[in-house]
């Protein structure tokens, strides 16, 4: 026996549920973000409510970072690209 996809209980009629677009100026912001900085993948994750970035230039070890906001994030890219796995003296921001 099939029914209908909805909110329902036994012996009460079906309502429809309709599909609801979560963070949708987070996804935005986090486009935006991806867009500027072509040395990184950036996202939003609406479960974990966390912007994250990924480095996607050549680095020894894969390159992470996340932060609660935009502004946050982009400040651990910077630290990222002159980060230690950057070497002495070397910017993987200019290696990119």
């Known amino acids: 026996m099939s029914r209908t996809p909805g909110r329902h209980r036994i ?10 677009r979560w963070d949708v100026a987070k996804k935005a912001a986090a486009a935006q973000v991806d ?6 993948s950036v996202s939003y994750g609406v479960g974990s409510r ?16 996340e932060a609660a906001t935009v502004e946050e994030l982009r400040e651990l ?20």
């Open 11 to 20: 012996g009460a009629a079906l309502s429809q549920v309709e599909p609801r």
């Open 35 to 40: 867009q500027m900085e072509p040395c990184w």
């Open 77 to 96: 890219m910077r630290e990222a690209e002159l980060g230690p796995l950057a070497g002495p003296g070397r910017s993987w921001a200019w290696v990119a």
């Open 50 to 65: 966390r912007f994250l970035a990924i480095a996607v230039w050549h680095v020894p070890a894969p390159l992470r970072v």
